[in-house]
């Protein structure tokens, strides 16, 4: 529609060639990048999320990358709201936005929204922190199961984030997490124009390999051992850093440690394929097709 205000998201699986493209999409169309990498928003993980660099953030504006320290609590319901709150200041200046990332959950929140699930308190989150060091991830599930047995039903019970979080909230509001869970898709002031990268299988596998050593020469490992005392907060429960607290622990060499990040990060890839291929809305290129990139966003925001 003539005149409308659209964002282009640029989505696909890690290390396929977003940051490249879009520092080029972002060049050409005038506009900043908005991060929808949720690893990136820490400011001292800067090598093992591959962050923009000083240099590229010197040649385009980046928003989201680098603003939170390591113990800062942060949620996709957080980023939605901050998202939202800054695209009208941009749209005043431009008829679009660029926002890129694969992070799943952040790019879902900002294109159909999430349930409005109340922040947690700083003394729930910590008792909570305390009860999972304490008694552990499976008494804490059994409760998750007595309080609310329908989230119980779905959730991860392995990931600690989830469960602890359900329960926070039955905790800190005396209602179950399931009610605050309705899936409506929120209405948009907006169109959206989403484009998702994929290489073939055995190039984006390369590609992977080829990253996880220049992390390795950059200075993962020193990265990775800075962050050690930290090893329990959410952001570092990562590809990357959970294989190097391993061999800092003993479990591992650093050549099984390194094996074990490509491998863990060819398997979130396609993880990260599997989640944005069931959208209908995307339509996919290669990275290297940026004409036909730009004809596609050319006829959208035309």
């Known amino acids: 529609m003539e005149g409308e205000k659209k964002l282009i ?28 990498d949720s690893r990136q928003l820490f400011r001292e993980l800067k090598i093992g999320t591959a962050a923009p660099t000083a240099e590229e953030q ?19 319901s957080m980023y939605e709201q901050q ?57 804490l599930a059994e409760e998750l199961r007595r309080l609310d047995p329908e989230h119980y039903a779905i959730v991860d019970r392995q990931n600690p984030r989830r469960v602890v979080h359900a329960l926070e909230i039955c905790h800190m509001t005396g ?11 929120k209405q948009r002031p907006f169109s959206i124009v989403k484009i998702g990268l994929n290489r073939d299988r055995d190039e984006l596998y ?10 390795m020469a950059n200075g993962l490992l020193g990265e990775a051992k800075a962050m050690l005392q930290h090893r329990s907060v959410n952001a570092l429960n990562t590809v990357g850093y959970k294989e190097l607290f391993n061999h800092f622990d003993g479990q591992w060499t650093l050549d099984e440690a390194v094996e074990r990040i490509k491998g863990n990060t060819r398997r979130y890839a396609r993880k990260q394929l599997t ?25 959208q925001i035309s």
């Open 206 to 215: 390369t590609r992977i390999n080829r990253r996880v050593d220049q992390m």
């Open 83 to 139: 998202v939202m709150a800054l695209l009208p200041q941009l749209f005043a200046t431009s008829d679009y936005a660029l926002l890129s990332g694969g992070s799943m959950m952040y790019i879902d929140a900002v294109c159909n929204g999430i349930d409005d699930i109340p922040t947690v308190d700083d003394e729930t989150r910590a008792l909570m922190k305390r009860r999972l060091a304490e008694e552990g991830l499976e008494a």
């Open 275 to 299: 989640w944005l291929k069931r959208d209908a809305g995307m339509t996919w290129f290669h990275p290297d097709d940026k004409a036909q990139i730009m004809k596609h966003i050319s006829q």
């Open 58 to 76: 010197r040649r385009v504006k980046h928003y989201f990358v680098g603003t939170l320290g390591i113990d800062d609590y942060y949620s996709a």
């Open 175 to 185: 209602k179950t997490y399931t009610s605050y869970r309705t899936a409506t898709r």
């Open 9 to 36: 998201v640029v989505t696909g699986p890690t290390a396929v060639g977003k940051t490249g493209l879009c520092m080029e999409l972002a060049t050409e169309l005038g506009v900043p990048i908005i991060n929808a």
